[in-house]
């Protein structure tokens, strides 16, 4: 199975911050990665696929990169309905695997 | 609108057994793949099981082989997930979402509410 290793798994910032979240997959997965923002008591939504394609209707601060093994998610300016956890997930093999999450908490 | 509906969670026994369903509408149900992932509590996000628009590819995580069965019905927009043998360790909220990993534009695009399951004596 590829394990996928997110980081940090928590961290405190306040609004305006650049915040930069780093999944790192144990073998090569192209693109196939996507980036979820999870809320408490709400479905997960999407915020990336492809490894750096903006979700239609997600904010332009939201941004990803990478490809093979390294991928990060950039929000640029946090907001205050920011505040959430963050996974990423590989989906070039079966299973399918997410990162463990990155919990974003206000400072 | 894609709408994706589960129900179904309920508190059971341990060696237990459940069966949850999502029900879909607004796209062609038939011929979109769809999954079960879980949350334990405090946990993070854990893929279960797929299954593809027509049932010819069936997938589960090993945490599930042998417990679980993923199926759906296309006449009635429904895929379901029969759940057995249930250790406490199951207890979880159930989302559904749709989409195939092969087709990245729109795999886990939409996601369910979400239904709780809850093992315990």
């Known amino acids: 199975d590829i394990q996928m290793t997110q980081s940090p798994s928590a961290m405190s910032a306040s609004v305006g911050d650049r915040v930069t979240i780093t999944c790192r997959a144990s073998q090569g997965i192209h693109n196939y990665l996507a980036w979820f923002q999870h809320k408490p008591g709400k479905a997960p939504k999407r915020l990336i696929y492809s490894a750096s394609n903006l979700e239609s209707g997600v904010p332009s601060r939201f941004s990803g990169s990478g490809f093979g093994t390294e991928f990060t998610l950039t929000i640029s300016s946090l907001q205050p309905e920011d505040f959430a956890t963050y996974y990423c997930?590989?989906?070039?093999?079966?299973?399918?695997?997410f990162g463990q999450g990155t919990r974003l908490e206000t400072k | 609108e894609v709408q994706l509906l589960e129900s179904g969670g309920d508190l059971v026994q341990p060696g237990g057994s459940l069966r949850l369903s999502c029900g879909a509408s607004?796209?062609?149900?038939?011929?979109?793949?769809m999954s079960w992932v879980r949350q334990a509590p405090g946990k993070g996000l854990e893929w279960v099981s797929a299954?593809?628009?027509?049932?010819?590819?069936?997938l589960y995580a090993d945490s599930v082989k042998g417990r679980f069965t993923i199926s759906r019905d296309n006449s009635k927009n429904t895929v379901y997930l029969q759940m057995n043998s249930l250790r406490v360790d199951d207890t979880a909220v159930y989302y559904c979402a749709k989409g195939s990993q092969l087709t990245p534009t729109e795999y886990l695009q939409h996601w369910g509410q979400g239904t709780l399951v809850t093992v315990s004596s």
């Open positions: 997930l590989q989906h070039n093999n079966y299973p399918v695997t």
């Open positions: 299954i593809s628009g027509h049932s010819l590819s069936i």
């Open positions: 607004g796209f062609p149900f038939s011929t979109e793949a």
